[in-house]
């Protein structure tokens, strides 16, 4: 009987010996690909892997130059191999070793290949984090333009485990120190910090209708369509938040401003959201109560622009120029009768048959007023002092004439034909009827 137990006791023993190495046993060795801050490892380094867990979906590894075993993600390390492969396949990585990158666009796509049209296996969030492996040769992504876009394909690894290749324009690559911190590379700004100081800057600013900046780039000051106090309120003061343009007001009270996505922001309780393009131009929708969308633009202007002054000088510019017209007695004409400029916008016109019913209605009579509402485009200040719009009594039609005042005559061209666009005359009609007169 103590011989049998004697023998049992020996077998257990032995088994359990036995048990013991084949737990040390190590099926390969593994290069790792992401680190691991809190065991002091980094990406390159190799480690000895002992055991993998289809179920778990991990290997179990050892710490270099310790007994401690721990669990890593199988898609941490690259797939288990003699120590001496492993050896030989770790200056593929040594290139990007400690390399990361953060993603500077949303949607940024994971392709298969390094082709860009490839097939998309992830595609990645603005700031996501990736880890760069290695340099790869790929198709030229080529711009609408024609021209090539600056950077290279590089295979990258998602904090999930997928693996494919990524274009580096969009790609802000840092490094790592061995407590996962960063020790150098291309920052990315905090999106909330950014988008709240944008946001801010926004809500200070004033805001003109897109328009203005084409008026004041070319000089050209539409009286109809800029005025002081048109533009988009934010009603950071008041509350209240508005659009004031030309032919349009609208306005709401608000408790708060919502963000409900990148760049888009909504007018809390009301019908107003806005879109931020950039710090110096936002969109503004607003939808009514039929539910018809209206979408606006306005821009913050650079300069030391006076609305208030531009309009006066403009102003200004067209009184000065009807009272050269009033300076003269009248204008005549063998076939278009006389033309008097009476003052105070006014005129009297009579003899202008030969001109009716193809420029001037039949139901028009000799007199009404004048003024100079549209402007003329550069390529046409040669030809023309601008254009005169006369309003007949008795008629519903504005006629529109270029003119030209000369010391001792006036030459009219009809401009019904013109092109006016935004209130500016920028070419004249095919074969148009001139009028001349002298003083």
Known sequence: MNYTRRFFFIAAIFLCAISLESCQRSIGYSILLWDVPEKNLQDGQIVKVYFKSNISHVYVISLPDTNENFEIPLWQLTVPQSKKKAEAAAPRYKEFQHQYAHIKIDGLPVRAEAVNTSKQVYRLHKNEVVKILYKGRGQDVIMADGSKLDGEWLCVLTAGGTEGWCFSHNLALFTTGAGGEIVSGEMVENDEEKSDAILNQVLQAKWYPESYT??????????????????????????????????????????????????????????????????DEIIVNYTGTENKPEAYTFVTISGDYNIAALMQAEQNRRTSEMQKLYNVDSFKSANYGTLTFTGLNSFSWSGFSLIVPNIISREARGRGSVSIKYLIAENLKNNFDGILTFNFDGSKKEVNFFYKHLNNSLKLEDASEAVIKNNVAISRGKNPTVLTFEK
């Not at 509350?239 to 401003?257: L, M, P, T």
């Open 214 to 279: 084409r008026m004041l780039s070319e000089n050209l000051i539409d009286l109809e369509s800029m005025k002081t106090g048109y533009g988009f309120d934010t009603g950071t003061e008041s509350g209240k938040v508005s659009i004031n343009i030309k032919d349009r007001f609208r306005s709401a009270n608000y408790g708060g401003i919502t963000k409900v996505s990148e760049k888009v922001y909504d007018f809390t309780g009301t019908p107003f959201q806005m879109i931020i393009n950039s710090a």
